[in-house]
């Protein structure tokens, strides 16, 4: 199995996701929360999401994408065949088409589209980048509707834009 060392040589990463630390002698313990996690670099480390070390070890990145995808859309297996840098728009795009992601359900109606109950009004908004744009309040859900379109037209051209770069 291939490996990588890290941090001054504290530390050896390996292919399969898992970590060793030559300082105490043994593999390192990973927070699984969203994303598995593991502190380098001694007492003032921050954590660090183990997918990215992986990635950098091991897989080359000539377009210099910023983002690492889980292929499988499993967060918590970082083997090597499982990672592909991609731009944030291929993230996107990865996680409701190969993964099935389903738009929120409740209030969203899709499209950006929330009903406010209390002023009997259709808010219109996207989100691009985790950036709110509001696009203002309709009475009429069908003109709403439109609005929101257009508004997710130009967010599709955006991300288009950014995968040509």
């Known amino acids: 199995m291939k490996s990588c060392s890290i941090c001054n040589d504290e530390y050896t990463v390996y292919e399969d996701g898992s970590i ?3 300082k105490v002698n043994r593999k390192l313990a990973c927070s699984k929360g969203n994303y598995v996690t593991v ?3 001694g ?3 921050q954590s660090t999401y183990l997918h990215r070390i992986v990635a950098e070890c091991f897989i080359p990145n ?3 994408k910023p983002c690492v995808n889980h292929k499988n859309g499993d967060k918590h297996d970082n083997r090597v065949e499982n990672l592909e840098w991609v731009t944030y728009s291929e993230n996107h795009k990865h996680a409701y088409s190969a993964l099935g992601r389903k ?3 409740g209030r969203y109606l899709g499209g950006g589209i929330c009903y406010d109950k209390s002023k009997k009004t259709y808010m219109v908004y996207t ?3 985790s950036k709110r744009k509001y696009y203002g309040r309709y009475k009429e859900k069908e003109l709403a509707e439109l609005v929101a379109k257009e508004a997710r037209d130009k967010v599709e051209l955006l991300m288009e ?3 040509d770069y």
């Open 20 to 22: 060793f630390s030559h």
């Open 62 to 64: 000539p377009e210099n």
């Open 43 to 45: 007492t003032s480390a």
């Open 39 to 41: 502190r380098v670099g």
């Open 127 to 129: 989100d691009f980048y």
């Open 161 to 163: 834009l950014e995968d």
């Open 103 to 105: 738009t929120p359900s």
